[in-house]
């Protein structure tokens, strides 16, 4: 008890040699507030940005859903024209598959259901690569040949890799039964057979 007393009384002697000190020290000498934000804000958001930034190449390594035999790599570069995306797709049924970029980096759901929607952050419509409107990962379809290999080659300009516009590292790649055919809510392409998450990859 006895101890916080004189400490009282301290506080009060400080503050008021505070105050004594304010009213001597004119405004001017008062540049605390532009300074410490000025010092606060951009560090943080420096740090962030550059980092992320710094990413310009990414990688989605395909796994099978269920009992498919779907594996495949889709690799993903940052250019000035948008994002390249190159995809190599094996273990598919011949023909079409649809093919996106999904909301969660997550294909844990043996359904692929983990993995969430279509990436959609403009609230858009979906639809095929080139119609008016489309979610900026729709990529249409992966056409697999009669050994069930796709390739497919893509410019992506809605997106980036870890940019401000509409990033898409860490979500995901979904490889779909049949045939994206643009039609609504997500072009009815049928049962998710593959699924990948979009990583950092090492720069080339
Ligand atoms: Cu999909
Ligand atoms: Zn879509």
Redesign the pocket.
Known sequence: MRSFIPLGATLALSVSFLLAGCKTAPPPSEPPTPSSSALAAPVAADTGTSILASITSAVAVIHPLGDSKVMGKVTFNQTADGVVVVADVMGLTPGKHGF?IHEYGDCSDPKGLSAGG?Y?PEGEM??LPGAMH??PG?MGNLEADDSGNAHLEITLTGITIAGDKDPILGRSIIVHAKEDDGSQP??NAGARIGCGVIGVAKAK
């Open positions: 996106h279509h959609n979906h639809g489309h979610h729709d997500v072009g």
